[in-house]
């Protein structure tokens, strides 16, 4: 079956710092890659995606490119800002079994300190 | 547009109990999937419904239900509630057809605490 396994957090920054969050996965097909964004008290938001590999998906500085070779889709910002704090998720679906679910890692926190 | 919403925001029932949460997709979305998320299993997909049927379903017993009404609006019930069925509900909408890119749109979620 499908799996995604992220790093653990929490993940401590100051602002400014360059972020990664490790995100790999497993699937029988080829799935299409997100990355969520979950704010205290809040449902999900999608951050950026990319559908096939080599892909960048990016969005308001966040960035990372699905590689098939190695099962991952990293997430990426050059410089954090406080405001990114927040719970990261990525996660894959399998247009090809036709259908739309989403099977989610375990989700990364970020804190970033002024 | 309106994105997805979701009501009630806050719910508190008893063990026991039965409850009805309702998800409005965004206009013209013609699916609707429910997902549960806790701190212990993170987020877990509970069911989709596409034109008013189900067309796939998570591992869940079946005290969890669910149905979508021809303006795509859905609800979910939960019957005799267990403490293990307080989390975060999370409905998310995407426009369901054949050419759909699958992003997926989420509300803000219900949150059910079961006491």
């Known amino acids: 079956g499908n799996s995604v396994t992220q790093m653990e957090g929490p993940v401590t920054l100051s602002e400014e710092a360059f972020l990664t969050i490790n995100c790999t996965y497993t699937?029988?097909?080829?799935?299409?890659l997100f990355w969520y964004v979950q704010y205290p008290g809040e449902g999900l938001q999608l951050l950026l995606k990319a559908t096939k590999a080599d892909d960048k998906g990016s969005n308001k500085g966040f960035e990372a490119t699905y590689r098939k070779e190695t099962t991952s889709f990293h997430l990426e910002k050059g410089s954090v800002q406080v405001s990114d704090s927040a719970v990261y998720f990525c996660?894959?679906?399998?247009?090809?079994?036709?259908?739309?679910?989403?099977?989610f890692g375990k989700g990364t926190m970020l804190l970033v300190s002024p | 547009k309106a994105g997805v919403t979701q009501t009630p925001r806050y719910l508190i029932k008893t063990r026991g109990q039965q409850v009805t949460l309702s998800c409005s997709p965004i206009?013209?979305?013609?699916?609707v999937s429910w997902y549960q998320q806790t701190p212990g299993q993170g987020l877990q997909f509970l069911f989709e419904?596409?034109?008013?049927?189900?067309?796939n379903k998570g591992n869940f017993p079946g005290r969890f239900s669910g149905r979508q009404f021809s303006n795509s609006r859905s609800e979910m019930n939960v019957s005799t509630l267990e403490l293990g069925d307080s989390a975060l509900y999370l409905c998310?909408?995407?426009?369901?057809?054949?050419?759909?890119?699958?992003?997926?749109?989420f509300g803000p979620g219900t949150r059910l605490t079961v006491t």
């Open positions: 206009s013209g979305h013609r699916s």
């Open positions: 996660a894959l679906s399998d247009p090809g079994s036709g259908y739309s679910t989403l099977t």
């Open positions: 699937a029988t097909g080829y799935p299409s």
């Open positions: 419904y596409f034109s008013e049927t189900q067309r």
């Open positions: 998310a909408s995407y426009p369901g057809g054949l050419a759909s890119s699958y992003e997926q749109y």
